[in-house]
């Protein structure tokens, strides 16, 4: 059974920093694309950033410049750091990723979601 945890969310200042953490566990053949999605109330969830097995990047156009994604050197982790952060960015943070397990083909899956709250 495959598995993604987020942690990392919490309560910042406007203009701080988060960084987000993902890991992906279980039986895990491969993983392709990872990716962060985010939520905010009373909106539909959106594609933050995302990046492929290759080292390929893509960003919300919201988030360019102010926030980098990574994959973690065990390739089953990816980061979202998240700098100069505003209350638009206030939202349910999601990793998403497209895995490949040892009993089925590749799938996408979801974490549970971590909250990101920008307030003073």
């Known amino acids: 059974q495959v598995q993604l945890v987020e942690s990392g969310g919490g309560l910042v200042q406007p203009g701080g920093s988060l960084r987000l953490s993902c890991a992906a566990s279980?039986?895990?053949?491969?993983?392709?694309?990872m990716g962060w999605y985010r939520q905010a109330p009373k909106k539909q969830r959106e594609l933050v950033a995302a990046?492929?097995?290759?080292?390929?990047?893509n960003y919300a156009d919201s988030v360019k410049g102010r926030f980098t994604i990574a994959r973690g050197i065990a390739k089953n982790t990816v980061y979202l750091q998240m700098n100069r952060l505003n209350p638009e960015d206030t939202a349910v943070y999601y990793c998403?990723?497209?895995?490949?397990?040892?009993?089925?083909?590749?799938?996408?899956?979801w974490g549970q979601g971590t909250q990101v709250t920008v307030s003073s």
């Open positions: 998403n990723a497209d895995i490949e397990s040892l009993q089925s083909p590749t799938r996408n899956f």
């Open positions: 990046i492929t097995g290759v080292g390929s990047t």
């Open positions: 279980g039986s895990i053949f491969s993983i392709k694309a």
